[in-house]
T-cell receptor, first 111, second 114 residues
Framework: SQQGEEDPQALSIQEGENATMNCSYKTSINNLQWYRQNSGRGLVHLILIRSNEREKHSGRLRVTLDTSKKSSSLLITASRAADTASYFCATDAGRDDKIIFGKGTRLHILP | AAGVIQSPRHLIKEKRETATLKCYPIPRHDTVYWYQQGPGQDPQFLIS???????DKGSIPDRFSAQQFSDYHSELNMSSLELGDSALYFCASSYSGAPKNIQYFGAGTRLSVL
């Protein structure tokens, strides 16, 4: 089954630094999404990148997608304490299809 | 803007009891998804409904059942609860007419089985 694998599993950086998280998946996809989850809370959609797109920006977020390597990266620039959360990539193969979440990266921003 | 509403937020049950979780999707959303997230785990897809019909099934135990009603709200029924069922249960909704399959998640129901 297609499943994202995030790397690293946990990341601690100083406030103001950039944070990069990677995701790999196994099968062909239509879209790849990144979600954020604060501890014990619901998931919040951050950004979606289609399979025919290579890069997308949204505020301090930059997502890249390499379908040949079946991988994606999420870059958060100028990190803030409020960015502390778990970040999941999720893939889907169809418009109404379920999305499959990766294992997630726990990001901790140090003050 | 209205979001996905889940109730209850917290639920404590004994082993072998039953539990019912409710989900109210965003107005006009016609698709509902249920996920289970164990401690430190990624969300696992359980089941989804589109226009009141089951559209996809994931790793949902036979002890669990779900349905979507005419007002599009959904209920997840869990019977013969086991300790391992303790988890966060998320509901998400989406609109099939939207160009992107973005799912909007509720805050979740935390189920503790004692």
């Amino acid at each position: 089954s297609q499943q994202g694998e995030e790397d690293p599993q946990a990341l601690s950086i100083q406030e103001g630094e950039n944070a990069t998280m990677n995701c790999s998946y196994k099968t062909s996809i239509n879209n790849l999404q990144w979600y954020r989850q604060n501890s014990g809370r619901g998931l919040v959609h951050l950004i979606l990148i289609r399979s025919n797109e290579r890069e997308k920006h949204s505020g301090r977020l930059r997502v890249t997608l390499d379908t040949s390597k079946k991988s994606s990266s999420l870059l958060i620039t100028a990190s803030r304490a409020a960015d502390t959360a778990s970040y999941f990539c999720a893939t889907d193969a169809g418009r109404d299809d379920k999305i499959i979440f990766g294992k997630g990266t726990r990001l901790h921003i140090l003050p | 803007a209205a979001g996905v509403i889940q109730s209850p937020r917290h639920l404590i049950k004994e082993k072998r009891e039953t539990a019912t979780l409710k989900c109210y999707p965003i107005p006009r959303h016609d698709t509902v998804y249920w996920y289970q997230q164990g401690p430190g785990q990624d969300p696992q897809f359980l089941i989804s409904f589109y226009e009141k019909m089951q559209s996809d099934k994931g790793s949902i135990p036979d002890r669990f059942s779900a349905q979507q009603f005419s007002d599009y709200h959904s209920e997840l029924n869990m019977s013969s609860l086991e300790l391992g069922d303790s988890a966060l249960y998320f509901c998400a909704s989406s609109y099939s007419g939207a160009p992107k399959n973005i799912q909007y998640f509720g805050a979740g129901t935390r189920l503790s089985v004692l």
